[in-house]
């Protein structure tokens, strides 16, 4: 009996030392000790012992059962241990610095932007900020913009619901309603009652209309204002100006033009088209960039400057646009999806 438990637990044990699986030890524990194992067939044997020897042999089988369901035990542990560490994949030394994954690249609108305040700041502009979230006075009454207008009309404006407040954007007026700006030319008048002139300032922004998203629509877009006031101020000056910036941005073979316009804010107003048919994928020859003129006395007047004193020229434009003719962009949405295989381009 003793050689016959001590060949059963050699023979088990070999096995369970071999297994690897779950499934594979519930087999061979089966094998062992289910109801039709071999430590099972030899326990109803035990009858067939004779009673004096019952008490010894009972000592054995329940000695070789504890020996047995020590291995077992151990053998699911490590097969357990084996399939977590399965799990974890190869050993890991979180002491370590993390891999090196390069230096990052900066957002082709992030580039335009730069670039335009280095050049103007070159041509003594100041870079400043206004809030995206606006009031109707900066965005539009102060620019001359009335209330019947068309830009300021629901479906043309994010308007926010009469109760919400913003503790730090002041009301002109109680009843005039909080708006996300349309355009940074609020940033104009934010400037000029906070100054005094000589004023030279460029604002790029972020700004908002209700647009359907398509390839040239964004409702979330940027745009780049500049104002200039002082005495004596033309639309030579501003023409000059501009010529100025887009060769520096675009090449010296950019030229400009304007035409004739209506903003309520500037008197005379132009669109001023761009010709630059040396970038990539410029198919025409001129192409619309943005907006400019003289500032209009009226606005000034408002801010209280006098308008027989002070004269002035004012521009706003996208940046999308200008990105897009510089890179040869053809799909605004590129620039919002933050695929890194398109942002990878502008390294
Ligand atoms: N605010 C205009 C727009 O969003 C652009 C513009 C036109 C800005 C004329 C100006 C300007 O400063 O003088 O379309």
Not at 53 to 62: E, F, S
Not at 121 to 126: D, I, Q, S, V, Y
Not at 210 to 233: G, K, M, P, W
Not at 272 to 289: C, F, G, M, T
Request: aromatic share 10%; hydrophobic share 35%.
């Amino acid at each position: 009996m003793q050689a016959t438990l001590t060949a059963l637990l050699a023979k088990a044990s070999a096995e369970l030392a071999r297994l690897k699986t779950r499934a594979d030890f519930e087999a061979a524990k089966a094998r062992c000790v289910g109801p039709n194992g071999e430590f099972t067939t030899l326990m109803k044997q035990m009858g067939a012992v004779p009673k004096e020897q019952r008490p010894a042999m009972g000592k054995l089988v329940n000695e070789a059962k504890a020996q047995l369901q020590v291995q077992l035990d151990a053998t699911l542990a490590r097969i357990g241990d084996a399939e977590i560490a399965g799990q974890l994949g190869p050993a890991i030394d979180p002491t370590l610095p993390s891999p090196d994954s390069g230096p990052g690249t900066c957002h082709p609108l992030t580039r335009v932007r730069e670039e335009m305040c280095r050049i103007l700041r070159k041509a003594g502009f100041t870079v400043v900020e206004g809030p995206e979230v606006e009031t109707e006075y900066y965005c539009f009454d102060a620019l001359n913009t009335p209330a019947d207008h068309p830009a300021r009309e629901e479906q043309d404006t994010f308007y926010f619901p009469e109760n919400v407040r913003f503790g730090n954007l002041t009301k002109k007026v109680p009843q005039e309603k909080y708006l996300l700006r349309t355009h940074t030319s609020s940033v104009q008048i934010r400037s000029m009652l906070k100054g005094k002139p000589p004023i030279r300032i460029v604002s790029p922004g972020r700004v908002y209309r209700r647009d359907t998203s398509d390839a040239t629509h964004s409702a979330n877009f940027h745009q780049i204002e500049c104002l200039y006031v002082d005495r004596n101020v033309t639309v030579r000056d501003l023409k000059a100006l501009l010529d100025y910036i887009f060769a520096a941005l675009l090449g010296p073979d950019t030229k400009t033009r304007f035409r004739p316009h209506y903003f309520g804010y500037t008197e005379p107003s132009f669109e001023v088209d761009l010709s630059a048919q040396h970038l990539p994928k410029v198919n025409k020859e001129w192409i619309e960039i943005g907006g400019c003129g003289l500032v209009d006395p009226g606005v000034f007047e408002g801010v209280g400057y006098d308008p027989k004193v002070w004269t002035g020229y004012a521009f706003g434009m996208g940046l999308e646009r200008l990105a897009m003719l510089m890179y040869g962009i053809d799909d605004i949405r590129y620039f919002y999806q933050n695929d890194l295989r398109f942002l990878k381009q502008f390294a």
